[in-house]
């Protein structure tokens, strides 16, 4: 059997995927090597990990929340999520992390075969009790039935805990944005992802008293392979031995695990198989007396337009410094600006909004005639485009209408979250067929984080030649076109927009709709 010894990456997937290695008995004898640019490298260090250092605020598992739900159109991923999320529920990741709000997942007036087959799939989940009545474990207030179809806007509103909008002229704008359809989930909810991943590193750094783990803080630039030249005329596959890092050093091994999430492409061509996107996230500052009152409230994802929003914690205040240093303040370019800024500094909570789309490609060449669309080299670019975040305060004003004290108030924060995409929004976890002792575990598409409990057991069933029904859904695929490129259909937004492209167009200036901005992206930051 084939021993992993060094996994690349520290995100929600390689977190998960080490402990199982560790925790099974059949690599009782297995030392792992992890490496990330972000890990504790002395003892010391890793003492103090939980107030020094925090996972990674780059990859798309570290962030203020990520919503956990069994909400799948296909009925595979929604019985996994089921049962990662019972681990939600019974603790995982650490006290007060997850959260069970509901979920209202909508579309627009044409309706989505997604939120239809979501619907009926949660609906036979066996652990739901139907026509119950359920109680917030948040609030201890009565929720009604678990799930509850919606049919109008009025309906999202009220299932959602929003208050009526007043603009009668904006009732196009709001069906839109708000959804005509959908279902309201109440037994889905989020999880506070930083918190978890670091409560789940923790567990991991536990290892290193037994020396059968050991960390090396560094970036891998590229693979090592054996020949370092592979010949092509020849029918011998080469091997992967390990990787080198930024600093030129290396590290040899006789089986690499790649997780490096939106990072892969640029270390393998993947091209037509994955690519990284661009999602805006933005942090709408509260006081303890509005998260209060917000906190109750469902996550509200709206399939059509990928806009989606998720209540705050108050046992949790805002997100981690670390997760901010990769954030951008909202730049202050005016004296008018400058003050609503400055007034944002005394809130102690933050509402999320961010959008699940189609988002932003970062076209890197990595070859004389090969382009991918690669995460940006670290730091990554913070800031979105003041264009992609336009819509958002759009939804942000549908939301809150004014004169809601929330409808107008300026994001603290913003930044762009960056997936790795595959064709099918399958999960990407398979041996690499033309190179020996490389594995590959990516391809997260938007959605791997609620799995965090329960993948890496999953990776390990795939590792050893097990993995029955998802060895199928995450194996090596054929290379597909753009135009093939169709995602799970749970995406909303357009197509192909590029993330420098979108920089340099002028603010305030929307060319057409859909885009970044669109009919909802006039209004002023």
Known sequence: MVQPNLLVGAAGTTVSTTLAVLESPLYSQTRVTLVDPDLPITRKQAEEYDHAYRPSSHTASVDSS?????DYAN????????????????GFGGQDVYHESGLAVVAGEKGSHYVEAACRNVENIPSHSRGGERTSVETGVSKGKDVERLGSTQEIRK?????????????????????????????????????????TMQRLLCYRQTSRLILERGQAKQLLFSP???????????????VVL???????????????GAWTPSLLDLQGRLQATGQVVAYLPLTAAEAQELQALPVLLNLSTGYFVIPPALNASSPSTSLFANAAAQPAKGKEEEEEQQAAKPYTHHLKFARHAHGFLNPTPIALSTTISASPSLPSPAAPPPSAL????????????????????????????WYTDSPTGDFLITYHPDY?????????????????????????????????????????????????????????????????EAMRRKEGVIEARGGSGGKWGKEKL
């Open 66 to 70: 990520r919503i956990i739900r069994p």
């Open 75 to 90: 009925p595979a991923y929604s019985r996994l999520a089921a049962e990662a999320q019972e681990a939600w529920r019974n």
């Open 159 to 199: 299932a959602a805990g929003l208050t009526a909008h007043s603009d009668r002229d904006d009732e196009g704008v709001e069906s839109e944005l708000l959804g005509c359809i959908g279902y309201i989930n109440r037994t889905s909810g989020w999880a506070n992802a930083e918190g978890a991943l670091r409560n």
């Open 228 to 242: 370092s030249e592979p010949d092509t005329n020849t029918s011998i596959k080469p091997s992967v031995t390990g």
């Open 246 to 260: 930024s600093d030129f050093s290396q590290l040899e091994a006789d089986l690499t695990i790649l997780a490096t």
């Open 390 to 417: 336009r819509p958002i305060r759009t939804f942000q004003r549908t939301l809150f209408p004014a004169p809601h004290p929330l409808s107008r108030r300026p994001f603290s924060h913003t930044r762009l979250c």
């Open 436 to 500: 020996d002792g490389l594995f590959l575990c990516t391809g997260g598409s938007g959605h791997g984080f609620k799995f965090l409990p329960v993948l890496g057991k999953k990776v390990v069933d795939v590792l050893r030649g097990q993995g029955g029904e998802w060895a199928e859904a995450w194996r090596w695929r054929e290379r597909v076109s753009k135009e093939e490129w169709m995602g799970d259909g749970s995406r909303g937004g357009e197509r192909g927009e590029v993330l420098e």
